[in-house]
């Protein structure tokens, strides 16, 4: 099933706030982890992107503190991430992954931030580049890189389930989950990171 998938769910406009609140939360993360891994060795061309990153993550964060009157919570020291390039790469290719799946169920209700949608797009399409690099070159860090996928792959549907607690959410909890994992893994799958049939 393509990512598109999940735009075939068409939620009533009672969860437009819920969707909002679970994006304001899901930028907050990645703010903080993009600005983590800014932090550890990584290609320039990749912090060049991350610096760029960072910039549109704030802006995103700035829109929806406006359109929900309020800001997210302050962590008191930035998430860990993985030190190893590529178990980093994969590690944020997967979170931009998720947002996009978000995104697209968002669309549909305020068309309005399309152009965060588009730059989810870029976002994932630059990290999905990034990956397909590592996996040519074959090695220690194509192996590393499966293996920090397939670590990362079995956490995400307690991940999933957990964006979507809310009373609102719960007639299409678990159609929403399935074809947000589906879509993500597909995507994996497509990437070269898991294989068809490794997803518990």
Request: glycine share 4%.
């Amino acid at each position: 099933m393509s990512s598109d998938a999940a735009m075939s769910i068409r939620l009533p406009p009672e969860c437009e706030t819920v969707l909002l609140e679970r994006f304001l939360k899901a930028e907050a993360m990645a703010l903080w982890t993009v600005r983590s891994a800014r932090l550890q060795e990584v290609p320039p061309n990749v912090y060049t992107f991350l610096r760029k990153h960072e910039e549109d993550e704030q802006q995103h964060l700035a829109q929806f503190e406006t359109m929900i009157g309020r800001q997210p919570r302050e962590r008191e020291r930035l998430p860990s991430v993985p030190r190893q390039w590529p178990a980093l790469a994969v590690q944020i290719y997967g979170y931009e992954s998720l947002g996009l799946e978000f995104a697209r169920l968002l669309l549909p209700l305020r068309p309005d931030l399309s152009s965060i949608l588009e730059d989810e797009v870029v976002h994932v399409g630059f990290f999905e580049d990034e990956v397909h690099r590592i996996l040519r070159g074959k090695g220690e860090s194509a192996e590393q890189a499966r293996i920090s996928a397939r670590a990362w792959w079995r956490k995400l549907p307690r991940t999933v389930h957990r964006y979507l607690e809310a009373p609102v959410l719960e007639p299409f909890r678990l159609t929403l989950a399935t074809q947000i994992l589906t879509a993500v893994e597909q995507r994996f799958i497509g990437s070269g990171l898991l294989k068809d049939g490794t997803a518990p």
